[in-house]
């Protein structure tokens, strides 16, 4: 069973920058790739970001993209997620998640397997 622990959520002002990190229990040859979602209240849980661990592929929501930047240390078994440029509409909670097998997209929720517990990201205007 694969845990994932995120952590480095907070308060910014828009404008500002939040560095996400989720560090994974297991190896990485356990799980094919990492992802962030996030949700906002009484919205639906969205894609923002993806990477494989084999040839560090990256996946970005429109809504992200030039402002956030995902990473990954396969030594540390580490994703990190740097958020610039932060708007208020980016405010959510950021969750954690990877998929143990390949998928052809990897912006759909049920493609995951394990999910952290979420790290809360407030921007205020």
């Known amino acids: 069973q694969v845990q994932l622990v995120e952590s480095g959520g907070g308060s910014v002002q828009a404008g500002g920058s939040l560095r996400l990190s989720c560090v994974a229990s297991?190896?990485?040859?356990?799980?094919?790739?990492m992802g962030w979602f996030r949700q906002a209240p009484g919205k639906e849980r969205e894609f923002v970001a993806a990477?494989?661990?084999?040839?560090?592929?990256?996946y970005y929501a429109d809504s992200v993209k030039g402002r956030f930047t995902i990473s990954s240390d396969t030594a540390k078994n580490t994703v990190d997620l740097q958020m610039n440029s932060l708007k208020p509409e980016d405010t959510a909670l950021y969750y954690c998640?990877?998929?143990?097998?390949?998928?052809?997209?990897?912006?759909?929720?049920?493609?995951?397997?394990?999910w952290g517990q979420g790290t809360q990201v407030t921007v205020s205007s």
């Open positions: 990477i494989r661990w084999s040839g560090s592929r990256t």
């Open positions: 998640a990877a998929t143990a097998s390949y998928r052809r997209s990897y912006v759909y929720t049920d493609g995951y397997d394990y």
């Open positions: 297991e190896r990485t040859f356990s799980t094919y790739a």
